[in-house]
């Protein structure tokens, strides 16, 4: 169900200028890592983000979290996010007469964002205030985030917004802030018309369920808020979940003036050159559309109204009067993506004030966060969105689809809560224990199990099959690098990925069907060379219950796999196999196999990728690389994305270096998305002299030495050999800048090639390389015959040689 907004095309264009007005900026302000471009490095970033809002954002983990002081991440953000935001909010505010009638005539304004990021709130509000002509003469802003350099990108959208205000940015940590409101703050808040939470509240809601005592941030935010203060609820929508109104709003005494609970979709337009170049480079585009929970609440008590209703008090510290354009000082808690669900009311529903709770910490929360029985669905790049997974419960039993007017059916289960209970689990196989684990930083979280399967869990059901156990090690944190398909190592000199070896899972996620298309008909088998029926039936076999949250992740939604188990109810075996011929019939990707590998990592289930020819790595394997590498674990670390100060992390932890590979080891396994761990594993071993522990992986490689023969013997044609390895110009003058000789050049270009290459035969890949710059002999030395093309054919497109 749609939002429809008044003036919904010219807001949505204007909307669309100032990401173009800004856009070439942000990405500038990307610092350019020497052989990497900024444009890539953003691109990098756009993955990570949106792996990490598939499964990140369930788990009561910090280190599950984007960093938003990184130029990348934030210019990634922005690109995706902002305009869809904006539009959000100022569609939120037209569906209450509270708003104008509370605003209008009204001299002065004054506007709390919470997690403002950066400022999509604001410039949704000022818009919806210029558009109805109520915009007062003077409007302060104050926003709370949690990362100070949020201000570099608010400073850059605000210069090329239409409407002057005074903004203020002040630190805070909604989840870690336990003694209450500063008061330079109190003042403001107490002030406040409105408080905003546009996309912010999922970004801590794990760590309040977790511990509760975590929201006394925000609950004494909203106990300080006056008598008709507005407050503007937008996230993620979890079919039905109340948290915030429940644990939140009404215990600050807040009545529910305004719900929506849909799929609001900006119009379409068209994009201008900026931001269709960015389109390409990236191969994102920005989100248009998101399932979201939009809730307006008002403050108990009589409001004052009129145009003497604001309460006359000098500006707090830090706050600037309209007269001048303030330069923000820019603090935020990331903002993230939409939801499922519709419904729309538009009532009051006064409420008894729940007993307010103590902003002091009442219990001890336990150093290990159980993992909540919710998962976070995939979503094509351009709608990077969560949704909760399937329960293996609901498809074992019938249930009744729960409707409201205007919703549609919903697969729900009888299990109390907004999320289902906690059920905690021991460790899995393969965590290393340790006695001389640090107690005092408990709030970070390392995913350590190697092979657990995902609990699965749609809306309000409980059904895990095997929940993975978290560490609180201090500061330990996934290897975030690892978490976007196949993020290359870099080497010391900087250069990270040729980039023509593209990433094997770019195009998985590109949904073949429409949202409301139901592939409920068994489809006639095709002629699939290379995932025949037998292979299918095989999978559907082995699947058994857990195919609803493989489904998900292949794009099925709800109402699809709902019409399945209608078709096959109470043989599970049928709708599995149900699911996946119709996904085969209508999927449109490059790699169907690909495809399907990708879904069951991402479920955990690694064990039935034999069944695919896809390769896994056991325990003892991990087990007996962390044993031989020892003291050079750190240097394996570097080239499996760990950076130095999660590192540290793990020596605080852990008291041996054997604990310490393992661990590292364990986090990296967990953590890694890409089409083959076995092959990433091998060429980080390779890359620190471990050629030995490579080959035991079964892994076919290329040793240090055949890559220097290959680089003495090209010499000065190593720019014909890079054409046909897929660089291009602007990275082989980069080569040719850092480095003064032809044989130095061929190396580091050999080097980088290798380090980021993700097909299946490297040794192929090279030798049909060197056949065509006519180096038959070097080819015959890599000891191939050759006869069979690589997974990808090298490219020679738009290649300008330089020689």
């Known amino acids: 169900m749609d939002l429809p907004v008044p003036n919904a095309q010219a807001v949505s264009d204007y909307f669309r200028r100032i990401l173009t007005a800004i856009l070439e900026e942000l990405v500038d302000k990307v610092p350019n890592h020497g052989y990497i471009s900024n444009t890539e490095i953003v691109k990098q970033s756009l993955r990570s983000i949106s792996n990490l809002y598939k499964s990140g954002l369930r788990f009561a983990n910090s280190g599950l979290r984007s960093d938003w002081n990184d130029p990348a991440n934030r210019c990634a953000y922005v690109f995706l996010y902002l305009m869809h935001h904006c539009y959000l909010v100022y569609g939120s505010l037209q569906y209450s007469d509270e708003v104008i009638r509370s605003w209008r005539n009204r001299s002065s304004l004054k506007v709390c964002s919470i997690g403002g990021g950066p400022g999509s709130d604001l410039v949704g509000l000022t818009t919806f205030l210029r558009m109805h002509g109520i915009f007062p003469r003077s409007l302060e802003c104050l926003v709370f985030d949690l990362y100070p350099n949020w201000k570099d990108t608010w400073d850059t959208i605000y210069t090329h917004l239409q409407d002057t205000f005074s903004v203020t940015y002040h630190m805070c940590d909604l989840v870690k802030d336990t003694l209450g409101l500063h008061i330079r703050d109190l003042q403001f808040i107490k002030q406040a018309d409105i408080l905003t939470l546009s996309k912010s509240f999922s970004a801590v809601s794990a760590f309040f369920r977790a511990d509760s005592s975590k929201g006394a941030f925000l609950r004494d935010v909203l106990q300080q808020t006056k008598p008709g203060c507005l407050v503007l609820y937008i996230d993620n929508e979890y079919s039905g979940c109340t948290q915030f109104q429940r644990d939140f709003a009404s215990r600050a005494g807040m009545d ?124 094509p790049f351009d709608h990077t969105t969560t949704v909760e997974r399937p329960s293996l419960e609901s498809y074992r039993t019938q249930t009744t689809p729960q409707t409201t007017p205007q919703t549609t059916s919903r697969l729900t289960n009888t299990t109390p809560g907004c999320y289902g209970q906690v059920v905690p689990q021991g460790p899995p196989v393969g965590i290393i224990s340790s006695s001389s684990r640090s107690q005092s930083t408990p709030h970070h979280d390392v995913i350590s199990s190697f092979n657990s399967v995902h609990e699965m869990a749609i809306r309000n059901t409980v059904t895990p099959r095997a929940t993975s156990q978290q560490y609180s090690a201090s500061g330990i944190s996934r290897a975030a690098g690892n978490t976007y398909p196949s993020h290359s190592p870099q080497y010391s000199s ?223 044609k190593w720019l014909r050999l890079a054409q046909h390895l897929s660089f291009d110009v602007e990275q082989c003058r980069d080569i040719q800048a850092a480095f003064s000789t032809t044989r130095e050049q061929a190396g580091q270009m050999i080097a980088a090639w290798r380090q980021s290459f993700t097909g299946d035969n490297p040794v192929q890949y090279l030798a049909l390389a060197l056949i065509a710059i006519g180096r038959d002999d070097l080819a015959r030395e890599l000891g191939r015959n050759n006869t069979f093309p690589p997974k990808k054919a090298p490219s020679t497109a738009a290649f300008m040689p330089l020689e």
Request: aromatic share 8%.
């Open 494 to 716: 900087g250069i990270t990925r040729a980039a023509g070896n593209t990433y094997p899972e770019t195009a998985a996620r590109n949904r073949p069907y429409s949202s409301h298309q139901l592939r409920t008909n068994t489809v006639a088998s095709q002629d699939v060379d290379e995932f025949d029926d037998e292979v299918l039936e095989n999978v559907a076999n082995l699947l058994d219950q857990a195919w609803p949250t493989v489904a998900t992740y292949l794009s099925f939604d709800d109402d699809e796999c709902q019409a399945i188990i209608e078709a096959h109810p109470g043989r599970i075996k049928q709708q599995a196999l149900q699911m996946l011929t119709a996904w085969r019939a209508g999927y449109a990707g490059p790699d169907i196999l690909a495809e399907l590998k990708g879904a069951l990592r991402a479920v955990g289930l690694h064990t039935l990728l034999p069944e695919l020819g896809g390769k896994i790595l056991e325990n003892p394997t991990l087990q007996k690389v962390a044993e031989s590498v020892g003291n050079k674990w750190r240097n394996l670390a570097h080239y499996l994305s760990f950076d130095v100060e999660q590192c540290r992390n793990i020596q605080a932890a852990f008291a041996t270096t054997r604990e310490q590979a393992g661990q590292m080891i364990a986090a990296w396994r967990q953590s890694f998305t890409g089409d083959n761990p076995v092959q990433f594993l091998a060429t980080a071993l390779i890359a620190i002299g471990h050629d030995d522990l490579a080959r035991e992986l079964g892994e076919e490689i290329l040793e240090s030495p055949t890559l220097q023969k290959v680089a003495r013997s090209v010499d000065n």
């Open 256 to 379: 529910l003036v305004f719900e929506f609970r849909g799929k609001p979709t900006s119009p379409k337009g068209a994009y201008s050159d900026i931001i269709q170049k960015y389109n390409n480079l990236f191969e994102f585009t920005p989100m248009r559309s998101c399932n979201v929970t939009i809730q307006l609440f008002r403050k108990k008590g009589a409001a004052p109204s009129g145009p003497h209703s604001a309460v006359p008090q000098g500006f707090p510290v830090g706050i600037f009067s309209s007269s001048s354009r303030s330069t923000p000082y820019h603090d935020v808690i990331s903002s993230y993506g939409g939801f499922h669900g519709t419904a729309m009311r538009n009532t009051v529903t006064p409420q008894a004030t729940s007993p307010q709770l103590s902003s002091g910490i009442p219990l001890a929360a336990s150093n290990v966060y159980p993992a909540y029985s919710t998962y976070n669905q995939p979503y």
